[in-house]
């Protein structure tokens, strides 16, 4: 059963950093693609990165650009996303997700296994 589990949520302040993790059991991640979405309070849910399995080639939404990172660890089967200049904009509950055939895109239908999330608060 494939289970992918977020963690390094928490609050900061604006302008501070935190960073993301995904661990999966059961998948390989080095092989697929692994994105990360969030949701704020109020909103739909938005995909933010994401890190293509095989090539690591990268996407990032254009509000996190310059400011968020997404790499992994393929030795401790993880992806992390470091968060940096923290926005009040970038609360919310922060999922990871992965599927069989992602390939490179954002697609929420394109993943096939989410994790339950992490929240983030950015506030002063």
């Known amino acids: 059963q494939v289970q992918l589990v977020e963690s390094g949520g928490g609050s900061a302040q604006p302008g501070g950093s935190l960073r993301l993790s995904c661990r999966a059991y059961a998948l390989k991640l080095e092989y697929y693609t692994v994105g990360w979405f969030r949701q704020a309070p109020g909103k739909e849910r938005e995909g933010i990165s994401y890190?293509?399995?095989?090539?690591?080639?990268?996407y990032y939404v254009d509000s996190v650009k310059g400011r968020f990172s997404i790499s992994r660890d393929n030795a401790e089967n993880m992806v992390y996303l470091q968060m940096d200049n923290l926005k009040s904009e970038d609360s919310g509950i922060y999922y990871c997700a992965t599927g069989w055939n992602t390939l490179a895109t954002i697609r929420e239908d394109r993943y096939d296994f989410w994790g339950l999330g992490t929240q983030v608060s950015v506030a002063s």
């Open positions: 890190i293509v399995g095989s090539t690591d080639d990268t």
